[in-house]
C-alpha cells in the first residue's frame, strides 16, 4: 500500500480555483456594501457635527451674554465702585463656568461620539465577516454540489478511508 505524500495538481487547481472564488466574492461584497456602510457613518458624522456646531452656537451666546454684561458695567458709572466689582466678577464667574461647562459637554459628545464610531464600526465588521463567511459556505456548497458527481465522492471516501488505516497503521 503506497502513501501518497505532498499536493496534487487537483488539489492545487483547487486551491486556485477557492482562491479565485472567494476574492470574487470577497470583491462583490465590497462592492455591494461599500455605499451603505459609507453612508451610515457619513449621516453619523454629520449629526455629530451638528451637534457639535449647536454646542458652539450655545458657547457664542454665552460669550454674548458675557459682553453684554461687560458693556452694562461699563455704563454704569453712576454706581459705586463697589457695585461694579461685583458685577464683574460675578461676569467673570459666570463666563467661566459657561465656558468650562461648554467645554467639558463639547469633550463628553466628542468622546460619546468616537466610542460610538468605534462601536459601530466593529459591530459593521462583525456583521461583514459573518456575511462573508456564509457567503462562501453558500458558494463552496454550490459549487461542490455542481462539481462533485457521485464517482468523485466514492473516491473521496475511498482516499479518506486509505487515509485513516495509513495513520491507524503508524
Do not use: C, D
Amino acid at each position: 500500500m503506497a502513501e501518497a505524500h505532498g499536493v496534487t495538481a487537483t488539489q492545487i487547481k483547487n486551491l486556485i480555483w477557492w482562491t479565485v472564488n472567494f476574492l470574487v466574492l470577497v470583491l462583490i461584497l465590497y462592492k455591494l456594501l461599500k455605499k451603505p456602510v459609507v453612508n451610515f457613518f457619513r449621516s453619523r458624522q454629520e449629526s455629530i457635527k451638528k451637534e457639535y456646531e449647536e454646542l458652539l452656537l450655545k458657547k457664542k451666546e454665552a460669550e454674548a451674554r458675557y459682553l453684554e454684561l461687560q458693556e452694562k458695567v461699563k455704563n454704569l458709572k453712576v454706581e459705586a465702585e463697589a457695585i461694579y466689582q461685583s458685577y464683574v466678577e460675578q461676569g467673570m464667574k459666570e463666563r467661566e463656568r459657561i465656558l468650562e461647562e461648554a467645554r467639558k459637554q463639547a469633550e463628553r459628545i466628542k468622546e460619546q461620539a468616537q466610542l460610538y464610531m468605534a462601536q459601530e464600526l466593529e459591530k459593521a465588521k462583525e456583521r461583514l465577516r459573518n456575511e462573508l463567511a456564509e457567503e462562501a459556505v453558500k458558494l463552496a456548497e454550490e459549487i461542490l454540489k455542481k462539481r462533485v458527481t457521485p464517482e468523485h465522492q466514492r473516491a473521496l471516501f475511498r482516499e479518506f478511508v486509505e487515509n485513516i488505516k495509513g495513520r491507524v497503521v503508524n
